[in-house]
């Protein structure tokens, strides 16, 4: 008896240290600490304002779409029967636990999952730079591959996509689009090879400056990697393949090798409990507006993009965000809304070019499992992906998954609608000669 007793204690003990092996990662990394030995900014507070009163939505909270989404429509707010029936890329256990450091070199970093192809991972990230206005460039090519999604405020109203290729390759992806200042801390994140299709003299010279290595840049000069499609008639119709990419760099003698991305913890939530996270409307204008509802049978979220301009705030439409490479609609395990500084780096009566402080530290939302949670960013590192920590500076448990982050300003007007619905309306920042 005694001797069973023992066994047990054992085995509790053993669990035990396995689920607190992930803490000590940031045991004295806390964001206040490492922002004074970066020397950076204190972090931005940002508190969430309850709306009750509805009836400023106007048409797009009072209609209602029953279409299903394998033929997708221009329609206002689908109901939650009309996701798609797809499934979790694996089942996660309820001990799951893995990271932030220490990955096993078949588990992808970015997803915290295995990959088919371990050597994919011997490899260097791929950020390829991907519009989603105007409304015609899409369904985009291959997104539904990357690993991870950023979408930022471009200027005028839009915004772009820089789509993070690491355990996936894909046949076809894009179109590509021109590049930004903000790109520069995404590359450096993740030591990337950087696809782009030109750039202002500007943000170029920026890059420079920067020291960006000039190596990792792929652009349009030689098909492949980068192809025309003539079939579109459109300036967005250049498409890359990402093995051809890597291909491409290794012909040009850059070091194509597997670098560090750890920081993030990924499992199951171990009783953790927020508000419910069902509906996330992100809108950041007229131009680019989407929602991301999740879908019970799958356990993501899936990506309503709003495919009409919303000029007069009450002409909201959406529909299903679809890859027209693999014909999958474009979800989440983790959707983040990343509580941002943006400032004007340089504005004229024709040029807007934002400066977007992806630096130090700051407020952070993850959606999961049909939760809310309250959360902070840090930039830990350089050249290390951003960390996500609870509210009170530990690892928090990412689902195991497609993690997309919205990047949204600091001075974002954030909305818990109802019980189950939240939106964020980007707010841009004040011109220069208002300040």
Not at 16 to 22: F, H, K, L, P
Not at 197 to 207: E, F
Not at 307 to 323: F, K, Q, W
Not at 340 to 359: A, C, G, M
Request: with cysteine; proline share 8%.
């Amino acid at each position: 008896m005694r001797s069973k007793r023992s066994l047990i204690f054992i085995l509790l003990l053993s669990l035990w240290m396995a689920a607190c092996a992930a803490l000590p990662f940031f045991a004295n990394t806390a964001p206040d600490a490492a922002l004074e030995e970066d020397n950076q900014a204190a972090p931005t507070s940002h508190t969430a304002t309850v709306v009750t009163d509805l009836s400023t939505r106007g048409a797009s909270l009072a209609a209602v779409n029953t279409a299903q989404p394998e033929a997708p429509t221009s329609t206002p707010r689908p109901t939650a029967t009309a996701a798609a029936p797809i499934s979790s890329t694996l089942p996660i256990s309820d001990f799951t636990r893995i990271g932030p450091k220490n990955f096993p070199d078949h588990i992808n970093p970015l997803t915290g999952l295995p990959v088919p192809n371990p050597a994919l991972l011997d490899r260097r990230v791929i950020a390829a730079k991907i519009p989603n206005y105007p409304h015609s460039v899409r369904p985009q090519s291959g997104i539904s591959l990357a690993d991870q999604i950023y979408e930022y405020y471009l200027e005028w109203g839009l915004t772009r996509f820089l789509a993070i290729f690491y355990g996936n390759d894909a046949a076809r992806f894009g179109p590509i689009r021109s590049a930004r200042l903000f790109d520069d801390n995404i590359v450096r994140m993740y030591n990337a090879i950087f696809v782009f299709n030109g750039a202002d003299k500007r943000v170029l010279d920026y890059y420079e400056e920067r020291e960006l290595d000039p190596r990792y840049f792929v652009v349009e000069r030689l098909c492949p990697p980068l192809c025309r499609d003539e079939t579109i008639p459109s300036y967005n119709n250049l498409f890359g393949n990402t093995a051809q990419v890597h291909e491409y760099v290794a012909a040009l003698g850059a070091p194509d090798d597997r670098r560090d991305l750890s920081g993030n913890f990924f499992s199951s939530l171990s009783g953790l409990n927020a508000p419910a996270g069902t509906d996330i409307y992100i809108n950041y204008s007229y131009a680019n507006y989407a929602f991301w509802r999740y879908h019970e049978g799958s356990g993501l979220y899936m990506r309503y993009q709003g495919n009409v301009d919303n000029i007069d705030g009450l002409s909201a439409a959406y529909e299903l965000h679809m890859d027209a490479l693999t014909g999958q609609p474009l979800s989440a395990a983790n959707v983040i809304v990343l509580m941002v500084p943006h400032d004007f780096y340089l504005k004229s009566s024709d040029t807007e070019i934002f400066s977007i402080d992806l630096t130090g530290s700051g407020a952070a939302y993850v959606f999961r499992d049909n939760q809310a949670f309250e959360a902070r960013w840090l930039r830990f590192a350089e050249r290390k992906p951003l960390a996500i920590l609870d509210t009170d500076g530990r690892p928090f448990p990412l689902k195991p998954g497609v993690t997309f982050f919205q990047v949204m300003s600091t001075t974002t007007e954030v909305s818990q609608l109802d019980e189950q619905t939240w939106e964020f309306n980007f707010a841009r920042p004040p011109l220069p000669d208002e300040e």
